[in-house]
T-cell receptor
Framework: SQQGEEDPQALSIQEGENATMNCSYK?????LQWYRQNSGRGLVHLILIRSNEREKHSGRLRVTLDTSKKSSSLLITASRAADTASYFCATDTDSWGKLQFGAGTQVVVTP | GAVVSQHPSRVICKSGTSVKIECRSL??????MFWYRQFPKQSLMLMATSNEGSKATYEQGVEKDKFLINHASLTLSTLTVTSAHPEDSSFYICSASDQLSDRTQYFGPGTRLLVL
């Protein structure tokens, strides 16, 4: 079953703009991970943020985590056409590291 | 980052046949691997957790006799779709985590199965 909900479901922006997507979840977590998936391909790991962390950066990506609200956000700054993809959040909630995925946000960046 | 491979990348088979999909961690040891299924324009649904040397743990609603999982070594897990039917057509993705590192899961490129 899916734990997370993401919004928006779809996002269309122009190159150079920032893209923000949000993820909410229901139970306590060990960590939350963000992934990117290009159409028909596997998932590429972007960032892992632990439950005791509040913010993390990686290049043009910024992830925040608010455990009191059970939510996370992914910000892509200065977007590029190559950022066009689906983005998923996934929560790690058990001892095995099993992930529960959100529904995903489909991002389209137009040149 | 760590690399996970899957084979085959694409398979077409006749209804009633069995199909085996391999998932390998190439540069790390994975005591635990996971199998997911993804339908078009949908998210990933966890099917089962594969533990090296023990029986897999299946998610609710996933038939263990239909989807046989074997995790014979620290670098290889296999998923066999038995007596495949057209409704089994889907994108199957495996993942593995490096237990010596953090809990990041690395995903394979996926296997697209089409059952005719």
């Amino acid at each position: 079953s899916q734990q997370g909900e993401e919004d928006p479901q779809a996002l269309s922006i122009q190159e150079g703009e920032n893209a923000t997507m949000n993820c909410s979840y229901k139970t306590s977590i060990n960590n939350l991970q963000w992934y990117r998936q290009n159409s028909g391909r596997g998932l590429v790991h972007l960032i892992l943020i632990r439950s005791n962390e509040r913010e993390k950066h990686s290049g043009r990506l910024r992830v925040t985590l608010d455990t009191s609200k059970k939510s996370s956000s992914l910000l892509i700054t200065a977007s590029r056409a190559a950022d066009t993809a689906s983005y998923f959040c996934a929560t790690d909630t058990d001892s095995w590291g099993k992930l529960q995925f959100g529904a995903g946000t489909q991002v389209v960046v137009t040149p | 980052g760590a690399v996970v491979s899957q084979h085959p990348s694409r398979v077409i088979c006749k209804s009633g046949t069995s199909v085996k999909i391999e998932c390998r961690s190439l540069d790390f040891q994975a005591t635990t691997m996971f199998w997911y299924r993804q339908f078009p324009k949908q998210s990933l649904m966890l099917m089962a957790t594969s533990n090296e040397g023990s029986k897999a743990t299946y998610e609710q609603g996933v038939e263990k006799d239909k989807f046989l999982i074997n995790h014979a070594s620290l670098t290889l897990s296999t998923l066999t779709v038995t007596s495949a039917h057209p409704e089994d057509s889907s994108f199957y993705i495996c993942s593995a985590s490096d237990q010596l590192s953090d809990r990041t899961q690395y995903f394979g490129p996926g296997t697209r199965l089409l059952v005719l």
